[in-house]
């Protein structure tokens, strides 16, 4: 019998984290992020202790969660032994095996999405049941090679053809269980699955039919987009091992005085509106940056906040503030110094300016420069005809030389578009505007064609 495998689903990072049941009250956890609410409550619920952590790479997008599984529960760590990781685990090689009891573990050397990435086959006696493969072969795809190094993006391109290759050489039943999926900036195709099998990679992954190695080192390369600015710095935490955290106090954010958050922000704090769009748009501290809580709210945080900096949280009372602090902990974030105390109403009521956007809809932007912030294939697949385009992770680089004028800021749906009048905002410009939806509104509000291309 196959044993049980629960998918914890990161939908903000879009990640798994795969746990196995290993039939005897224990759990492998394959790939946890820091945030550990969702893994300790399907464990809780199935009444098993996580005795083995093991991790496919240093990840890029979050910090992990073996560290404090260990901690927590004795978890012992498995991750490859190129990998040099400072912290206590067990190092694994090519072809390493680990009794899990009646289960067993084989790692499988697959580099190109890292240098030292390492692929797990779960076998069920002789037979291989499913691999977990981390970022080396994804649903119909596969990971990015440019996180390391710019300049050893096509040599990990090359290595990942080699890695997916190896893969595929399974049996045809064997399940793929990857990492990365629809969501991740590592990244993955839209809409796809959380899991496969290699007969079915091997018959639609458009990388595994590629004709030859450069035309999957081309294919490859040409689907990559832009990524968060935070993953230039977690692998290297990643390796020397996250601190471990007191999760009782994880989530207890500080209630700051209007006076004190004033100072923080004049000191350099960054001040994160975490509140709806509509509540922003109606009001805010002029400079704060508008990141919605969200599930993508990591993502955002780690792109546009400067993780040097304190970061001081503006919320809305029925928010929770225990999920912006965890989605802030595993990307690294751990300076949230507090949240302010009454709100943007206590905000106001103590005389301190308060800014304001405007929010429009799809048939009020004649007449006005329009800005779209959305990735670059996003905006090639269509587009308000004669909008501008800057992604939203560049804007903060560019904010200052862009024409100050009567300007409709633009996303999908209008969460980014607000990140975006933010920014622009803390650059010093003014008559904003943001767009309530996003081009196929417009489209249907005009009864006019989106243009494509970029």
Same mark, same amino acid.
């Given at each position: 019998?196959?044993?049980?495998?629960?998918?914890?689903?990161?939908?903000?990072?879009?990640?798994?984290?795969?746990?196995?049941?290993?039939?005897?009250?224990?759990?492998?956890?394959?790939?946890?992020?820091?945030?550990? %609410?969702?893994?300790?409550?399907?464990?809780?619920?199935?009444?098993?202790?996580?005795?083995?952590?093991?991790?496919?790479?240093?990840?890029?997008?979050?910090?992990?969660? *073996?560290?404090?599984?260990?901690?927590?529960?004795?978890?012992?760590?498995?991750?490859?032994?190129?990998?040099?990781?400072?912290?206590?685990?067990?190092?694994?090689?090519?072809?390493?095996?680990?009794?899990?009891?009646?289960?067993?573990? %084989?790692?499988?050397?697959?580099?190109?999405?890292?240098?030292?990435?390492?692929?797990?086959?779960?076998?069920?006696?002789?037979?291989?049941?499913?691999?977990?493969?981390?970022?080396?072969?994804?649903?119909?795809?596969?990971?990015?090679?440019?996180?390391?190094?710019?300049?050893?993006?096509?040599?990990? *391109?090359?290595?990942?053809?080699?890695?997916?290759?190896?893969?595929?050489?399974?049996?045809?039943?064997?399940?793929?269980?990857?990492? /990365?999926?629809?969501?991740?900036?590592?990244?993955?195709?839209?809409?796809?699955?959380?899991? +496969?099998?290699?007969?079915?990679?091997?018959?639609?992954?458009?990388?595994?039919?590629?004709?030859?190695?450069?035309?999957?080192?081309?294919?490859?390369?040409?689907?990559?987009?832009?990524?968060?600015?935070?993953?230039?710095?977690?692998?290297?935490?990643?390796?020397?091992?996250?601190?471990?955290?007191?999760?009782? +106090? $994880?989530?207890?954010?500080? #209630?700051?005085?209007?006076?004190?958050?004033?100072?923080?922000?004049?000191?350099?704090?960054?001040? $994160?509106?975490? %509140?709806?769009?509509?509540?922003?748009?109606?009001?805010?501290?002029?400079?704060?940056?508008?990141?919605?809580?969200?599930?993508?709210?990591?993502?955002?945080?780690?792109?546009? *906040?400067?993780?040097?900096?304190?970061?001081?949280?503006?919320?809305? #009372?029925?928010?929770?503030?225990?999920?912006?602090?965890?989605?802030?902990?595993?990307?690294?974030?751990?300076?949230?110094?507090?949240?302010?105390?009454?709100?943007?109403?206590?905000?106001?009521?103590?005389?301190?300016?308060? *800014?304001?956007?405007?929010?429009?809809?799809?048939?009020?932007?004649?007449?006005? !420069?329009?800005?779209?912030?959305?990735?670059?294939?996003?905006?090639?697949?269509? /587009?308000?005809?004669?909008?501008?385009?800057?992604?939203?992770?560049?804007?903060?680089?560019?904010?200052?030389?862009?024409?100050?004028?009567?300007?409709?800021?633009?996303?999908?749906?209008?969460? !980014?578009?607000?990140?975006?009048? +933010?920014?622009?905002?803390?650059?010093?410009?003014?008559?904003?505007?943001?767009?309530?939806?996003?081009?196929?509104?417009?489209?249907?509000?005009?009864?006019?064609?989106?243009?494509?291309?970029?």
């Amino acid at each position: 019998m196959a044993p049980e495998l629960v998918p914890v689903v990161d939908g903000g990072l879009g990640n798994t984290t795969w746990m196995v049941d290993l039939g005897d009250g224990r759990a492998l956890v394959v790939d946890a992020s820091r945030d550990l %609410r969702a893994v300790h409550a399907a464990a809780h619920e199935r009444g098993l202790t996580v005795a083995y952590a093991a991790d496919t790479h240093l990840h890029a997008d979050f910090l992990t969660g *073996a560290v404090q599984l260990a901690a927590d529960a004795g978890a012992q760590v498995l991750a490859s032994a190129a990998g040099h990781r400072e912290f206590p685990h067990r190092g694994l090689a090519d072809g390493d095996e680990v009794d899990l009891g009646g289960l067993t573990l %084989r790692a499988l050397g697959t580099p190109g999405h890292t240098d030292e990435h390492v692929s797990y086959l779960l076998a069920d006696g002789r037979t291989p049941v499913g691999v977990f493969t981390g970022g080396s072969l994804i649903v119909g795809s596969a990971a990015r090679t440019d996180l390391v190094h710019p300049d050893r993006t096509q040599e990990l *391109a090359r290595a990942q053809y080699a890695s997916m290759r190896r893969l595929a050489e399974l049996p045809d039943e064997v399940a793929v269980w990857p990492t /990365h999926g629809a969501g991740s900036f590592c990244s993955a195709p839209p809409g796809a699955a959380r899991s +496969s099998t290699i007969g079915q990679e091997k018959a639609t992954n458009p990388l595994l039919v590629a004709a030859d190695e450069d035309a999957f080192v081309a294919q490859l390369l040409g689907s990559l987009g832009s990524y968060p600015a935070y993953f230039a710095r977690l692998g290297e935490i990643n390796r020397r091992g996250p601190a471990v955290l007191d999760t009782a +106090s $994880v989530g207890r954010l500080a #209630p700051l005085p209007v006076n004190d958050v004033d100072r923080l922000r004049r000191d350099g704090a960054v001040v $994160v509106d975490i %509140r709806p769009v509509p509540d922003y748009a109606a009001g805010h501290v002029p400079g704060a940056l508008s990141i919605p809580l969200r599930d993508q709210f990591a993502s955002w945080l780690g792109w546009l *906040a400067d993780p040097d900096r304190p970061v001081v949280l503006v919320a809305a #009372p029925e928010q929770d503030l225990a999920d912006a602090v965890w989605q802030a902990v595993k990307i690294g974030y751990e300076q949230l110094v507090g949240v302010l105390d009454g709100g943007m109403e206590a905000w106001a009521a103590a005389g301190l300016p308060v *800014a304001r956007t405007e929010l429009v809809g799809p048939d009020r932007l004649a007449g006005r !420069r329009i800005l779209d912030i959305r990735q670059d294939a996003e905006f090639a697949a269509g /587009h308000v005809p004669g909008a501008e385009h800057v992604e939203l992770g560049a804007l903060s680089a560019v904010a200052d030389r862009l024409e100050n004028g009567p300007t409709v800021v633009m996303c999908g749906h209008g969460e !980014r578009a607000a990140g975006a009048a +933010s920014l622009l905002e803390r650059a010093g410009h003014r008559d904003l505007a943001v767009l309530v939806g996003g081009p196929e509104d417009w489209a249907r509000s005009s009864g006019r064609m989106l243009a494509v291309g970029s």
